[in-house]
């Protein structure tokens, strides 16, 4: 039996442990707020792993009627079969929104052929006399932390504008960065919503690193992950881990995961510090096959 310092199975979960909000969040929400006034619309990067709960209502309240674009990023680590539902419930929803991986740049250009309409339309809904287009385009980039928002400001420079890492909170400020005469970006903070409505929400921002591991501890997600694919059953998961069958208890699975990735003590005790590492790790570049966490709400639930 593996000794882990988690709570026992089915213990009342405590979702505060996920709350991580410091002070610059405040800040830099606030500082999106006085910007909002000088782009044209704002392009919101959610991860398409977590299509509803990576997006923030607090960020919506302070976009008010401001045009807005929902992109999806990371689709290539997303489970094909329910981004279709997904895609699904938002076109029902009506909100513009596009999912992409932002390492393809053929679909990046779709992304401002689409934020470029949105915003013509709405002039021309605001003044039907004006024939002509804008020419340029003001766009800012906001999300939670970690969602992909320098990566893809960098893919739309072709160069390292911005600085990028799998680490949340990277971008401590906001950053203007011309692409060409007809397009402006504005690179901000990442923000998380102050409350994790649910144990199971936060356990999802953990995984996918929209939190940081050092609030949370690498226990928990990497638990959470490994019963995720023993559920999932994915064939990446089972080869990675040379699992016979994913008919197995958590627990043995992590002893198989410790022998695969070489985390063995002395006497043959699995080094469970690193073993969560490699699980952290190995999801996160995508080594455990595509995912996604949660379903479409049912008609009639909380909104985009
Ligand atoms: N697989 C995959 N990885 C991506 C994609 N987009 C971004 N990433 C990775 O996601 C990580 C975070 O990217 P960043 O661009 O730094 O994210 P951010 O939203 O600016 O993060 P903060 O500044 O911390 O808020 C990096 O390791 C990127 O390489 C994508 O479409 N697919
Ligand atoms: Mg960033």
Known sequence: MINHNRKEEGAPPDKAAFNWYPGHMAKALR???EKLKTVDIVLEIRDARVPLVSGNKVLDVTLGSKSRLILLNKVNLADPEMIAKWEAWFTEQGNPFIFVNCFDKPSLKKVITLARKIVEDKRRECNPEITDQKAKLRLMIIGLPNTGKSTIINQFA???ATKVADKPGQTQMQQWITIDKDLELLDTPGVMPPNIEKEEHGMWLSAIHAIPDAIVG??????FIVKYFLK??????????????????????????AKARG???QKGLPDLDRVYKHILLDFRSGELGK??????PKPAARKI
């Open 263 to 265: 985390c063995i003590k």
């Open 31 to 33: 500082e999106i707020k």
């Open 232 to 257: 999932a059953k994915t064939p990446e998961f089972l080869a990675r881990y040379k699992l016979d069958s994913a008919d197995i208890s958590v627990d043995e699975a992590l002893q198989q995961i």
């Open 158 to 160: 072709n160069k390292k």
């Open 218 to 223: 690498e226990e928990t997600p990497a638990i």
């Open 291 to 296: 995912c996604c966490f949660g379903v479409p």
